[in-house]
């Protein structure tokens, strides 16, 4: 069963840090082939602006999305140390 991440592309979330947080994921996709494992999606607003960018991996929430933080987290998802 893939993964299923959302992406806030709200107003909000694009312009706090989303669109490049779109560009990492799918990098990060590319760079460890995980296109069959992973299904990624975008939303027009998770309802939590000012806590943005928002992304949701599995159902978790996870907001005030950095790259720090985004890499550790898909690291941890796909067990990548």
Same mark, same amino acid.
């Given at each position: 069963m893939p993964v299923k =991440?959302?992406?806030c592309m709200g107003s909000s979330c694009f312009a706090r840090g989303n669109e490049q947080n779109l560009? #990492? =994921? @799918?990098?990060?996709?590319k760079d460890y082939r995980l296109?069959? @494992?992973? @299904? #990624?999606s975008g939303s027009c607003c998770e309802g939590n602006c000012s806590d943005g960018p928002n992304i949701i991996i599995d159902g978790k929430q996870y907001r005030r999305m950095e790259r720090g933080a985004l =890499?550790? =987290?898909l690291n941890h998802t796909?067990?990548?140390?």
């Open positions: =991440i959302v992406i560009k #990492l =994921i @799918e990098q990060f996709m296109d069959a @494992e992973v @299904e #990624l =890499i550790d =987290i796909f067990n990548i140390t």
